[in-house]
T-cell receptor, first 113, second 109 residues
Framework: KAGVTQTPRYLIKTRGQQVTLSCSPI?????VSWYQQTPGQGLQFLFE???????NKGNFPGRFSGRQFSNSRSEMNVSTLELGDSALYLC????????????FGPGTRLTVL | LAKTTQPISMDSYEGQEVNITCSHN???????ITWYQQFPSQGPRFIIQ???TKVTNEVASLFIPADRKSSTLSLPRVSLSDTAVYYC??????????FGAGTTVTVRA
């Protein structure tokens, strides 16, 4: 079974621009979560989508948003990019319950110049 | 979410067994204990998960004492490719995972 895939793997943007990242979960998985990882803050939870609805949300500003499609694929959008948004953005999928293990994708490395 | 404490780093040599202990004094009744491995610029990889006693898979073993206030991840006969950061997480395994600093394990030849 194929794992979680994320595109693109690397991205370079400038301040003020916006970016959209994509995540395809493991087949059959209906929950998709997004995380931001930086050297200073570690790995932090952004939000989780289930059945096209945001089910949980972390403590990030409204510039960070996401959505999930009917096939469980998910996108994350960051608007008005700031230098501090440079990070590894990770997507994780799980079947559908809180007790189901999350499996992570390889991540998208975003660099904001 | 239960807070976890694990060593910042550990050094080992190829062929040795590595044991990483994680403390989680305020673990809740419904919490699971899950370990992930992460290589640089890659997503965390699930290693093992348990609720109590001992769990073993083809990669590692997880030992959980009766009071569940700590757990130990055991990596048998490590190789250079086991050099990575290992995270101990406590909570519902699929819910808003909270990663700490992890333990950087360095395996030397």
């Amino acid at each position: 079974k194929a794992g979680v895939t994320q595109t693109p793997r690397y991205l370079i943007k400038t301040r003020g621009q916006q970016v959209t990242l994509s995540c395809s979960p493991i087949s059959g998985h209906r929950s998709v979560s997004w995380y931001q990882q930086t050297p200073g803050q570690g790995l932090q939870f952004l939000f989780e989508y289930f059945s096209e609805t945001q089910r949980n949300k972390g403590n990030f500003p409204g510039r960070f948003s996401g959505r999930q499609f009917s096939n469980s694929r998910s996108e994350m959008n960051v608007s008005t990019l700031e230098l501090g948004d440079s990070a590894l953005y990770l997507c994780a999928s799980s079947l559908w319950r809180d007790t189901d293990t999350q499996y992570f994708g390889p991540g998208t490395r975003l660099t904001v110049l | 979410l239960a807070k976890t404490t694990q060593p910042i780093s550990m050094d080992s040599y190829e062929g040795q067994e590595v044991n990483i202990t994680c403390s989680h004094n305020n673990i809740a009744t419904n919490d699971y204990i899950t370990w992930y491995q992460q290589f640089p610029s890659q997503g965390p990889r699930f290693i093992i998960q348990g609720y109590k006693t001992k769990v073993t898979n083809e990669v590692a073993s997880l030992f959980i004492p009766a009071d569940r206030k700590s757990s130990t991840l055991s990596l048998p006969r490590v190789s250079l490719s086991d050099t990575a950061v290992y995270y101990c997480l406590v909570g519902l395994p699929g819910y808003k995972l909270s990663f700490g600093a992890g333990t950087t394990v360095t395996v030397r030849a």
